[in-house]
């Protein structure tokens, strides 16, 4: 059966775009200089040291600065509040910074901020977001000047500039020295290109442009927006309505059937990207729900994997800049190759496979999901298509990561965003990591792959055990690879921004559109 798109959307819902479009107003954003961008998820803190969120990042794009960055266009970590820095040993990083960084309180950024900063990640007792990360390889960090700093790893780590680049933006010394860390939230004191000049927890953040911010900087923009401000809007149709009504300037996560529809109306411009985020499916293979279970079979799990028509869910669901993927990673992740097997679909040949696992007319069990819910609605018609009956149990996150983490769930389809990071580490090494909640496939062989492919600073010998691990998941179906994940964007033409090659949008870069 052929998968076409959804119905896009109902015909009240376009009879409401059709009246905002008559009253279409202007953002008056490029009038004042302000930016509006709506989140539909809420933070409850501007501080991404005690954040996980996708929103957290974003934001701490604007306000922080650590001591590297992700290049936007090549997505290699390069120094940002760093000028340069050298591995002196597998072990040992020794890091310069420039001069005439300021916070945004007017105080220079020196040596014993940076020490300050990486002795509070790695104190047990300051439960920051990825504290237990950062203890995994930092031993130490001292300073050796005012302007540089010796980094001790307790091993060699090939991540570690990513981890200072993507979690780990600098504070001042002494900013958590209160006993009540949140004091410090309203003013968050960071080094970032913008300032944090409002911040009303779960309903709006307001930033402004710091005119002190050092102009060496990879991320200077003198000509950028003056004012931002982020507004919490959870339902899309509002999101929609304030766009046309000139309430917002940009909409961000937009599904495909939507940004078709209101794309088309003036005073809309559409964007898209790519994203570093995949789709795919989960199987128990290790037996968690049961040692008896179908899925310990591999024929089953090759079955599965022949039954699933990615290519049509992709171009018809999916969309925009969206491919097939066959490996437990990103394509753009470094060390995301394999060789052997890509599984083509092919019902007949899985259905052969069932018969030969033993399972000649089929099995129940249940898939469960928590997001896109018409692709899992197309996963359980192929499925049933082969002769599996299938119970589709879609739930909202926290319920869906409660059973999961319980390692209660047969089969699951998720996707998975690698904070924006383009290594296989941050994917496939999460994933089959062997203390991880999500690795059900029990292989002891692949979590020690991917260990020692964290281990070594050798980029060649990093492959070559991606490669190796890769090939060994695909061969045992521990997965059902999807697809990579297409972004879109509604704006104001008024407004140029560039879209991301991770996913992850750098409001830094964005400006209004010169009036000719």
């Known amino acids: 059966m052929k998968i076409w798109p959804p119905v896009p959307v109902s015909h009240f819902l376009m009879g409401l775009l059709a009246l905002c479009a008559l009253s279409f107003q202007a953002s008056a954003g490029a009038k004042t200089d302000t930016l509006v961008v709506a989140l539909s998820q809420p933070l409850t803190t501007v501080d991404r040291l005690y954040s996980i969120q996708r929103e957290g990042l974003i934001l701490s794009q604007l306000t922080d600065d650590g001591l590297f960055f992700v290049d936007p266009k090549t997505l290699e970590f390069v120094p940002l509040a760093a000028s340069s820095y050298e591995w002196v040993t597998d072990t040992q990083l020794e890091v310069t910074l420039r001069e005439n960084v300021l916070f945004h309180d007017g105080s220079t950024l020196t040596a014993d901020d940076v020490v300050y900063t990486f002795e509070w990640m790695i104190n047990p007792n300051s439960d920051t977001s990825q504290g237990p990360v950062a203890r995994s390889w930092l031993q130490s960090v001292e300073k050796l000047s005012p302007r540089k700093v010796r980094f001790n790893l307790k091993r060699p780590y090939p991540m570690a500039l990513r981890d200072m680049a993507v979690s780990i933006p600098l504070r001042r010394q002494g900013t958590y020295d209160e006993t009540d860390i949140s004091v410090n939230e309203p003013l968050l004191n960071g080094i970032g290109p913008y300032r944090v000049t409002k911040f009303r927890a779960g309903r709006e953040i307001g930033l402004e442009r710091f005119e002190h911010y050092y102009q060496d900087s990879p991320k200077a923009n003198p000509g950028g927006i003056r004012h931002m401000r ?132 089929g099995f129940s069990f249940k898939l469960w999901a928590y997001r896109e819910k018409v692709i899992a609605e197309a996963v359980v018609h192929n499925l049933k298509a082969i002769g599996l009956d299938v119970d589709l149990r879609y739930v909202k996150l926290n319920v869906f990561s409660k059973v999961r983490n319980s390692k209660d769930m047969q089969s699951f389809f998720a996707s998975y965003g690698s904070g924006g990071t383009a290594d296989t580490s941050a994917s496939a090494g999460v994933h089959f990591a062997a203390n991880s909640a999500r690795n059900y496939s029990g292989d002891q062989v692949v979590a020690g792959t991917l260990v020692a492919a964290e281990q070594t600073n050798d980029p060649e010998e990093r492959k070559g055990l991606y490669r190796e691990a890769l090939n060994r998941i695909a061969e045992q179906a521990y997965w059902v690879p999807m697809f990579s994940y297409s972004q879109n964007f509604l704006l104001t033409p008024e407004l140029e921004f560039s879209v991301p090659e991770d996913g992850v949008p750098r409001f830094w870069q964005a400006t209004w559109r010169q009036q000719p």
Do not use: W
């Open 230 to 361: 982020f507004r919490v809007i959870p339902d899309q149709g509002t999101q929609q309505a304030e766009l046309l009504s000139g309430g917002i300037d940009l909409m961000m996560d937009v599904p495909p059937d939507v940004a078709d529809n209101v794309s088309f109306l003036p005073g809309v411009k559409r964007l898209e990207g790519n994203d570093i985020r995949i789709g795919y499916i989960t199987l128990d293979a290790a037996g968690h729900t049961d040692p008896e279970s179908p899925f310990t079979h591999l024929k089953v799990r090759q079955a599965i994997n022949h039954a699933i028509n990615r290519e049509e869910i992709t171009r018809y669901l999916v969309r925009g800049s969206a491919e097939v993927i066959d490996f437990a990673c990103h394509p753009r992740q470094f060390g995301c190759d394999g060789d052997v097997p890509r599984y083509d679909y092919d019902p007949e040949k899985a259905k052969q496979l069932l018969a030969e696992a033993g399972y000649p007319n």
